[in-house]
């Protein structure tokens, strides 16, 4: 069966409300571009405030002027939840703590906790350096974990907390051998903190992004070859839109997803299965 957009990304709208979400607040880090600030965006649009968190502190807080700016404009947006910038090096656990404060101290609490900020580094095995395994563990795993740490310690019982993994948890790819083993901590890590979190009712699950239109993908689209081998391992034949991965995590928070938790949604057109 042929598909006539080959490659084509689908970028609707996400229709489900999920009412129950209004007035709650959330923290996303890696916000200021990409999946993060899609995230930012459709949470503050469902009337969620949030904490948006970057390194790069002069691009996060540009972004959130421009998302607040957007939904104050967009008649299909009711009242939405205001969106904060700040900075943050999520390999940092005091800057994650600040975070957490900063959300506290804006709204009063903290229900959702999105570890969404990582690094794709390239390197064949034979050639990663101690600074580049270092560097990618610290800012995919570790900071995963102190985002974690940081909202357990100020989240209330209905809390939900979700990391972003990937399909390289489960599937290697020839010079991503850094990556591919920090996602498999990820995925592990986020059966251990639902484990234990789930003591104090907080929910942890993850989400397994596969070939996405972000900058992170910029590569594959950019090389003609590398995007048809890509295409033909994906049964849906396309890339996925930032708005589809942002369908999951909504779920994920909502009340619909309350007895879920230690899981990991793969949203990536079916490509783990090839």
Known sequence: MNNPNPGRVVA???TAVYPELAGKVAVVTGAAQGMGSVFAKGLAARGVHV?????????????????NTELATDSLVEQPGTIIGARADVTVADDHEALARTALAEFGRIDFWINNAGIFPFAYAADITPEQ???????????VLFGSQAAGRHMREGGAIVNMSSVSALRVRKGRGAYCTSKAAVAHLTESLAVEFGDVGIRVNSIAPG????EMTRWVQEDPEALAKALDSVPLHRLGA?????????????DSARYVTGHSIAVDGGSRHV
């Open 211 to 214: 070939y996405i239109d972000t």
């Open 51 to 67: 904490v948006g968190a970057d390194i790069n502190d002069a691009r996060m807080k540009e972004t959130a002027e421009q998302l």
């Open 12 to 14: 609707r709208t996400m």
């Open 133 to 143: 395994i270092g560097a990618t563990l610290s800012v995919n795993v570790e900071g």
């Open 242 to 254: 930032p708005e589809e991965v942002f369908g999951p995590l909504l779920f994920l928070l909502s």
